[in-house]
């Protein structure tokens, strides 16, 4: 007997972006299509109108019994279509998915929910649509409720949840009816850190049960501490499938080299309006000279550079530093620190931040940078688009040196000796 319980031959998804699906034959559908084609001729104002996108193109991969395996890549890299595809949300255009079990899935927030039944009914409705007996749900509804958290809660109707509550009841239920694939996309990010801490040693549990299961998350720490292979998905292709630890490491080494130095202008963005957007990040000494190399304890200003095409009102600078496996270090965002730009006008400018001493240990990080505003949202945003290389130095002038082992953080402090 075979232990494949996941197969995927070739599978290709075509999107046509800007297609709108001609209404019913009623005379509502006919005003109803009359008024789109007006307003798209409008909108398309001689542009080509509609585009073909391919979200993933001739995917191909086994998954054995009791496997667990991370899905990586950007947003929009096409990994949540392959999730869908998998649990045949949506058909393929090209390609073939076969299963040998029963899925339980965690997509989206809701996914799989009646908004107008509880809590309890919905229990009973998800184990039943995966074949299971009443009195199978039974033996293990208990577990579910206490898993989720939500006794209080359960009798009532899920519309009135929060997406946490969908979160803890949507993955106690995939996770205790006993699926033999189980798909979870990153929707567990919404979840606080306690609850994601007890999924992910659940997902642990499951494999050791021998089901099988495939994770998709950004955080590659949780990647690394759960599978044991990954596939990194880059525009809709496999990039590469190994070993998570190699993959990982390539992935973000890529990530960082795509946007390499310290020109930023070209690098890939994430979201934003455009309006106003970074192009060159600096780092300087005290002198405000560059630094070739930076060690940890240094005395650092980091020069944003930015060009803005009209004038922008106080907008907000955000820096996020990351450990290499996705762990936030800190953030430094100008209105946390209490910091309000004026009016930026139209064209180049640049903000410093000035950092007393870089209490990081020495090792790689990357920084993140965005543009942000309470009512637009954000102007600019890239992820990951500056490697931080910080070198071993001997801070607190003992001969020791700071080194990377010992943590993500140092603290300037003075041991003394009070008395017994």
């Not at 299963?99 to 184990?127: A, D, I, K, Q, S």
């Not at 850190?193 to 021998?210: N, P, S, T, W």
């Not at 590469?240 to 963005?269: C, E």
């Not at 994430?270 to 002198?287: M, N, S």
Request: glycine share 10%.
């Amino acid at each position: 007997m075979s232990d494949v319980m996941v197969r995927a031959q070739g599978l290709s998804k075509l999107y046509h972006i800007g297609a709108v699906k001609a209404g019913p034959r009623t005379l509502v559908g006919a005003v109803t299509n009359a008024a789109r084609s007006t307003v798209r001729r409008a909108l398309q104002n001689g542009s080509r109108g509609e585009v073909e996108l391919w979200a993933l193109k001739g995917v191909t991969f086994e998954l054995n019994r009791g496997e667990v395996m991370g899905i990586i890549g950007r947003n929009g890299s096409g990994k949540s279509t392959l999730l869908k595809l998998l649990s045949r949300v949506t058909a393929p255009t090209e390609g073939l998915v076969e299963l040998y079990g029963h899925v339980g899935t965690l997509l989206e927030v809701g996914t799989g929910f009646h908004p107008e039944l509880t809590g309890r009914e919905n229990v009973y409705l998800n184990g039943t649509i995966l074949g299971m007996k009443k009195n199978e749900i039974d033996r293990v509804f208990d577990e579910i409720v206490e898993f989720s958290e939500l006794a209080k809660f359960i009798d009532t109707p899920v519309k009135h949840y929060s997406s946490g509550m969908y979160v803890r009841l949507g993955f106690a239920v995939a996770a205790h009816l006993k699926p033999e694939i189980l798909l979870v996309d990153e929707v567990l990010a919404v979840g606080d850190a306690a609850f994601q801490k007890k999924c992910l040693g659940r997902i642990g549990d499951m494999a050791k049960e021998g089901r099988t299961v495939l994770f998709v998350s950004h955080n590659m720490l949780a990647i690394e501490n759960l599978c044991a292979r990954t596939i990194w998905i880059d525009d809709g292709t496999i990039r590469q499938d190994g070993r998570t630890r190699h993959v990982i490491h390539d992935y973000l080494s890529s990530s960082v080299k795509q946007n390499a130095g310290l020109d930023v202008s070209n690098a890939i963005r994430d979201r934003g309006t455009g309006e106003i957007k970074f192009v060159r990040v600096e780092f300087l000494d005290e002198r405000k000279k560059t630094m070739d190399v930076i060690r940890s304890g240094d005395r650092v200003t980091w020069r944003l550079h930015f060009c803005a095409d009209a004038p922008i009102a106080h907008p907000h600078f955000i820096i996020s530093i990351e450990t290499e496996l996705g762990i936030v270090v800190t953030q430094l965002a100008t209105f946390l620190m209490g910091y309000q730009l004026p009016i930026v006008e139209t064209g180049a400018g640049h903000v410093d931040l000035d950092i007393s001493f870089l209490n990081l240990m020495p090792g790689r990080y990357n920084l993140s940078l965005a543009i942000w505003d309470e009512i637009k949202g954000y102007y600019d945003y890239i992820r990951n688009c500056v490697a931080l290389d910080i070198q071993p130095s001997d801070f607190y002038q003992s001969g020791k040196g700071i080194e990377e082992r010992y943590g993500i953080i140092f603290l300037p402090g003075k041991w003394k000796y009070a008395g017994g």
